[in-house]
């Protein structure tokens, strides 16, 4: 069977079909899998309970339950919570939106592929453009968003040591070029793989600088505000007419869901709803439909600030002190300080292997991490720094992360000491 260059593309080996094919074969080999790669959001029992409750509610009413099931949404996606949404980050920020400076999408996966490739590739005028990464590591999930090659264009950081075993990234401003073969910059806050939260005043710069070449400025906030909160430190929510800001509400709790929300100016949502009606028809109800009464009532505040942001926090803070005490000072380790999202991220300077033989070696006694490699989409030489770091997810119980954790140090220690 021959395939195009789209085949070919969409079927060869990606980091995040790595990941999922991980998740999915080791829930169902029904091994006694210690999972710590994916992103899945901790089943938070409060949180379904408001979810259930919603969708009680709905399946009550004939009428609520057809919109739920039984009929399409326009391609910009469901007019109540659209309009609700628009209400709702006016109300929390000042900002000035309306309907129309909101879609929705299946997840925030395929917004970020639809947003991407309006913005980079092949331009009618022969020209090719590429997505501005100001600072890797960066989202697994982009790297293979691209229908063409060279698709990114990525700076590593600065790194600052805070103490002997914390440090932090930032954005290397001496270092990064925007020019005219950039289409659009790209963030993360919180920042996945690392828990990095860019600073109000590197989100300022890199805003200026988007402005200044007249392209966008993308912000992915699926686990920053104003939900699911999953910030530990001060970050001030941004948007203009020239930012195209991402949200989700899969770490709300609601993954199998698939929403993602876009708010962007009106020319990219009417692009971005014509695109969805081409390959989706239309977004799916369910999520919108669920967290439509909190968005509305705005008790989706006191459930992320009061549950949902407390719950992650006490879990980093119970993972970072596990990993003082198991290695203390015995090797060169490093952990990115954790100001949000659900990852710590490992570095272990001078790692005897790859952090992909790491993770094999982990794999093999049962517990499933993510190798750091995939996270640099962009940077392109072997920078050693990306073959010597681990992502993992802290979200299971504290008893399932203290022997993970416990499995991982020893791993570690055998290798320093071979």
């Not at 690392?194 to 686990?223: K, S």
């Not at 989700?248 to 020319?267: D, Q, Y």
């Not at 081409?278 to 989706?300: K, V």
Request: hydrophobic share 40%; aromatic share 10%.
């Amino acid at each position: 069977m021959k395939l195009s260059a789209f085949g070919e593309k969409f079927t060869s080996h990606s980091g995040i079909l790595s990941l999922m094919d991980d998740l999915g074969n080791a829930l169902a080999d029904g091994k006694d899998m210690i999972m710590m790669g994916g992103g899945n959001p901790a089943h938070i029992p409060e949180v379904e309970a408001v979810f259930r409750q919603r969708l009680q509610k709905i399946t009550d009413s004939q009428t609520e339950f057809t919109r739920l099931v039984g009929t399409y949404d326009p391609p910009q996606g469901e007019k109540d919570f659209v309009r609700e949404m628009a209400s709702y980050l006016n109300r929390q920020f000042g900002w000035k939106l309306t309907e129309r400076n909101i879609a929705l999408t299946n997840g925030s996966q395929s917004a970020f592929f639809m947003i991407f490739n309006m913005f980079a590739g092949s331009y009618g005028d022969g020209s090719h453009k590429r997505i501005q990464l100001p600072l890797a590591p960066e989202y697994i999930g982009y790297s293979d968003a691209g229908l063409s090659h060279d698709f990114f264009a990525a700076n590593k950081p600065d790194i600052e040591h805070l103490d002997q075993h914390v440090f932090k990234y930032r954005v290397d401003f001496q270092e990064l070029v925007v020019d005219d073969s950039i289409g659009a910059i790209c963030v993360s806050r919180p920042t996945n793989p690392t828990g990095n939260v860019l600073t109000d005043q590197e989100i300022e710069r890199l805003d200026g600088l988007a402005l200044q070449h007249d392209i966008p400025m993308i912000i992915d906030g699926a686990y920053g505000t104003p939900f699911p909160k999953l910030i530990f430190t001060q970050a001030t929510p941004v948007w203009n007419e020239n930012t195209i800001l991402c949200l989700s509400l899969s770490k709300l709790g609601l993954p199998a869901a698939r929403t993602g929300i876009v708010i962007a100016n009106e020319e990219v949502i009417r692009a971005l709803s014509g695109i969805n009606a081409i390959m989706n028809l239309a977004p799916n109800s369910t999520g919108s439909l669920l967290a439509l009464d909190m968005i509305r009532d705005d008790s989706i505040n006191t459930l992320c600030e009061n549950v949902i942001r407390p719950y992650y926090q006490e879990k980093a803070e119970f993972a970072v002190n596990i990993l003082k005490q198991r290695l203390g000072d015995s090797v060169p380790w490093h952990v990115h300080k954790p100001e949000g999202a659900m990852f710590l991220w490992l570095w272990f300077e001078g790692l005897p292997v790859s952090s992909l033989e790491l993770y094999e070696r982990l794999k093999a006694r049962n517990v499933l991490v993510v190798s750091g490699h995939y996270f640099f989409p962009g940077i392109d030489d072997d920078w050693p720094h990306k073959h010597e770091c681990l992502r993992l997810t802290y979200t299971r119980d504290h008893a399932a992360v203290e022997k993970g954790l416990s499995i991982l140090v020893e791993e570690v220690l055998k290798l320093y000491d071979a």
